[in-house]
């Protein structure tokens, strides 16, 4: 799970909390909440903030930040590779995130982690000329599925601009659904926090492993 810009992995967890009205938690699926290390974010006038990578603005228009986004690229794969080498495979990850951080998620898993189970990104989306979208261009194996929700009058982050990431990635030929939620912000809801919970147990049933 990776967080919001600005939140922190336990401000996340809380938030989750709240939304559903206890934790989000499974017997046997262990959840890490990482932290974005601070870094000046231009968005908000090169202020400190705990964010992911930089963006030049809010905008599917404009080149990505490559740069920071590389550098938490290198760092998540260290917690990627920490979990296997503890004896988790790497086909019973999931790594996902609200709006950078599914942006980071996808960026990290259709980029350097072909191999994972799957891909959630709540709210999020990637720029028009995305490196994601280039690796995949390149890529001919099986591709990690992508779960999607958004909300429908979200300001921040159109939902337009989900629906077009997601129909990028479709067309390249990732496995994808997009849900859909009428009347939702940029913010988490309920209903799809439930979905959600119902998509990772399928990506991660239970009875095949004691322990993930």
């Given amino acids: 799970f990776c967080d919001p810009s600005g939140d922190s992995g336990q401000g996340l967890r809380t938030w989750i909390k709240q939304v559903l009205n206890q934790d989000l938690t499974f017997q046997h699926i262990k959840i890490i909440y990482p932290t974005a290390p601070p870094r000046p974010y231009t968005p908000m006038k090169g202020q400190i903030s ?24 290198k760092v998540l794969t260290d917690l990627i590779d920490d979990e296997v080498k503890s004896g988790i495979k790497k086909n019973r990850i999931l790594v996902g995130g609200f709006s950078m951080g599914g942006c980071m998620a996808m960026h990290l898993a259709y980029r350097n982690h072909q191999d994972v189970a799957g891909v959630f990104a ?10 994601v979208y280039q690796a995949l261009q390149e890529s001919d194996g099986v591709l990690p599925e992508l779960f999607q929700c958004h909300g429908t009058t979200d300001e921040l982050v159109p939902h ?7 129909s990028m990635l479709k067309s390249l030929g990732v496995s994808t659904m997009f849900h859909s939620f009428p009347g939702v912000y940029h913010e988490l809801s309920k209903a799809e926090l439930e979905k959600l919970k119902s998509w990772i147990l399928k990506k991660l049933p239970g009875e095949m492993e004691k322990q993930n």
Avoid at 50 to 73: A, G, Y
Wanted: proline letters at 2%; one cysteine or more; glycine letters at 2%.
């Fill in 122 to 131: 709540l709210s999020s989306f990637l720029n028009k000329t995305s490196a």
């Fill in 160 to 166: 337009s601009w989900g629906e077009e990431t997601n």
């Fill in 50 to 73: 705990n964010v992911w990578f930089d963006r030049f603005k809010i905008s599917n228009d404009c080149p990505e930040h490559l740069e920071s986004i590389n550098v938490m690229c």
